[in-house]
């Protein structure tokens, strides 16, 4: 096809093409369902987190996918609410009149940890998203690379992530591939079991 890939930092001004591209990749997963607005601050927010990494892969200038995260995992969701506090707490009263339960699930999500003790001393890759009918293959795995190229340069020798473990065999092959590996499972609200994913860098 000839069109060039590149991977660099994401910018302030990509927030709507990242809300975008999660909406067409993430179609009927709880985030989406919170709506455009919610993700909006919640991008938002990690774009102005000063320890999130934010990795984007662009074809001729436009946002064709992201991957976004943090270089500590521990602590990092309630940094991130520090960040936007007055913003997400208005996401949130809107939440109580449309979607009260989705309060919930959000306080749960927080906690994505199982038995094992966790210490979360690496970094985290929270969310990674192609855009569906981009139709180029590795942008995912070029995405990855820069993410833990970020993580390195800042002194993290870990990168981690969480995925569904059920029905989800291409999404965990595709980790695999990239070099991750199983550290444990746990039972996300209500009845997601999961798996968090480990890999030395």
């Known amino acids: 096809m000839g069109e060039c890939v590149q991977v660099r930092l994401l910018k302030q001004g990509d927030l709507s093409d990242i809300v975008s591209i999660h909406m067409h990749a993430f179609e009927g997963f709880f985030l989406t369902t919170l709506g455009n607005s919610f993700l909006k601050t919640y991008y938002k927010s990690v774009l102005k987190t000063k320890d999130s990494i934010l990795a984007g892969a662009y074809i001729d200038q436009k946002l064709v996918g992201f991957g976004v995260g943090a270089s500590l995992a521990k602590g990092y969701n309630k940094r991130l609410v520090r960040t936007s506090l007055f913003p997400f707490l208005w996401e ?12 919930v699930q959000l306080k749960n999500n927080f906690r994505k940890t199982g038995e094992q003790k966790d210490d979360g001393r690496y970094a985290e890759l929270y969310s ?3 855009e569906p009918d981009v139709g180029i293959r590795g942008i995912g795995s070029a ?10 340069s800042q002194g ?16 965990l092959a595709f980790y695999k591939k990239n070099g ?14 999961m798996v968090r994913l480990i890999k030395k860098i």
């Open 156 to 171: 993290v020798d870990r990168v981690s992530l969480t995925t569904d473990l059920y029905e989800n065999k291409n999404v």
């Open 180 to 193: 991750y590996e199983v550290y444990y499972e746990f039972m996300a609200y209500p009845n997601r079991k």
């Open 128 to 130: 990674i998203a192609v």
């Open 143 to 152: 995405i990855i690379h820069f993410f833990e190229c970020e993580a390195k």
């Open 92 to 103: 949130g009263v809107k939440l109580l009149f449309y979607k009260p339960k989705a309060i």
